[in-house]
C-alpha cells in the first residue's frame, strides 16, 4: 500500500508560480515513479509530468513544458511540482500517482494509486 498526500495548491494570478508537494508513505512505495496529473471542470483528467524512481528522467505535457518541472526531494520523497508562469488553462484539481514499476509513464493505468487532489486556480 502506498498513500499519497499532496499540497501546495491555491489561488494564483497569470504569470504567477506555485509549488506543489506529494508526501508518500507506505512499506511499497520504494522503486515507483511518480506522475502528476490535472483535471480541470468538465474535462477528462490529463498527465502532466513524471518522474523516474531514479530521478533521471523526466517527462512534460507540451503544454507544460518549460514552465513545470518535477523534481523529487531527499531520498526520493516528496515529489515536487514546480509550476512558474501560470496560466488560467491550468486550473484544475492536480493529482499526484505512485506508478507500478520505476519507469516513467504518461498513461494513467501505469499507475495504482492516487492522492486525493489539491485545487489549483489561475485567474486572469
Known amino acids: 500500500q502506498v498513500q499519497l498526500v499532496e499540497s501546495g495548491g491555491g489561488l494564483v494570478q497569470a504569470g504567477g508560480s506555485l509549488r506543489l508537494s506529494c508526501v508518500a508513505s507506505?512499506?511499497?512505495?520504494?522503486?515507483?515513479?511518480m506522475g502528476w496529473f490535472r483535471q480541470a471542470p468538465g474535462k477528462e483528467r490529463e498527465f502532466v509530468a513524471t518522474i523516474a524512481w531514479s530521478g533521471g528522467t523526466t517527462y512534460y505535457a507540451d503544454s507544460v513544458k518549460g514552465r513545470f518541472t518535477i523534481s523529487r526531494g531527499y531520498a526520493k520523497n516528496p515529489v515536487y511540482l514546480q509550476m512558474n508562469s501560470l496560466k488560467p488553462e491550468d486550473t484544475g484539481v492536480y493529482y499526484c500517482?505512485?506508478?507500478?514499476?520505476?519507469?516513467?509513464?504518461?498513461?494513467?493505468?501505469?499507475?495504482?494509486?492516487w492522492g486525493q487532489g489539491t485545487q489549483v486556480t489561475v485567474s486572469s
Open positions: 500517482a505512485a506508478g507500478r514499476s520505476g519507469g516513467p509513464t504518461t498513461i494513467p493505468d501505469d499507475y495504482d494509486y
Open positions: 507506505g512499506r511499497t512505495y520504494s522503486g515507483r515513479a
